[in-house]
């Protein structure tokens, strides 16, 4: 059972989208143990106490420093063993030591086709208000792994929207998260199936066949299996098994 901690800050329309798609039994094997959100008015605490999920506030305001707030925001997720950390609308930046914690088992969703619109200062409808700005005809939705640069890390599924003439940032953002409700759960369902595999700053994804190999090597804690031509090069797992990380 892979345990997921999902962080938000706002309405948690990907984490109902995430909660529907593990009720429906699309995610199999998975559970969110716990939502943590920076701000008290987020509505995603709702959410999740609709769904018997404990629900839990973790505000800046109340420590001396980032790094004592990130370390706040690392104990809850330790406290509740999570396995994966979902990032659903969260608006804030994780620190060096809560990346380096959970290594290739932070997941997040951005509103744009990365590397495009992303970084610094590019979040929510400021992200589409660019969009809009710079005329580009396509944009889209990405979700990568968390890495310790801001949507610098590798890319698990893109899908493309299609930017239309008489588009407005409202009308574009509700397309954009349309997609995202479909792109966040399919990368938590590859994760939780132990499908991603990071090879340097791309993630390919298994098929069944050869998730079923790897997984048997690791079920035999074979590791580095040196005869195995499937396995050579294996330098990690992460997440349990979920992940084969490969480096070169």
């Not at 990907?14 to 008290?40: F, H, T, Y």
Request: charged share 25%; glycine share 10%.
């Amino acid at each position: 059972m892979t345990r997921i901690g999902v962080l938000i800050s706002g309405g948690g329309t990907n984490l109902q989208a995430l909660i529907d798609a593990i009720e429906a039994g699309r995610i199999p094997d998975a559970r969110i143990v716990v939502v943590i959100s920076n701000r008290k008015t987020a509505y995603g605490l709702e959410r999740a106490r609709a769904h018997g999920i404990p629900a839990e506030c973790v505000l800046k305001k109340d420590f001396e420093s980032e790094e004592a707030f990130n370390g706040a925001i690392l104990e809850r997720l330790k406290f509740y063993r999570v396995d994966l950390v979902v990032l659903a609308g969260y608006l804030s930046i994780l620190s060096p030591e809560v990346v380096r914690a959970y290594p290739n088992r932070i997941i997040n969703i951005h509103p744009s086709l990365i590397p495009a619109f992303c970084g610094k200062g590019f979040y929510g409808e400021r992200v589409h208000r660019a969009v809009l700005d710079y005329g580009v005809k396509v944009t889209g939705a990405t979700v990568h792994f968390v890495d310790e640069g801001t949507d610098t890390g590798p890319i698990i599924l893109q899908r493309p929207v299609e930017v239309r003439d008489d588009d407005d940032v409202h009308s574009l953002t509700a397309r954009v998260l349309e997609v995202e409700h479909q792109l966040l759960p399919e990368a938590v369902r590859l994760f939780v199936e132990g499908r991603l595999v990071v090879e340097g700053r791309k993630v390919r994804i298994l098929g069944g066949s050869e998730r079923e190999h790897e997984k048997a090597c690791y079920n035999q804690r074979i590791g580095q299996n040196r005869h195995c031509r499937v396995c050579q090069g294996v330098k990690q797992y992460g997440g349990g098994d979920s992940i084969h990380r490969r480096d070169g």
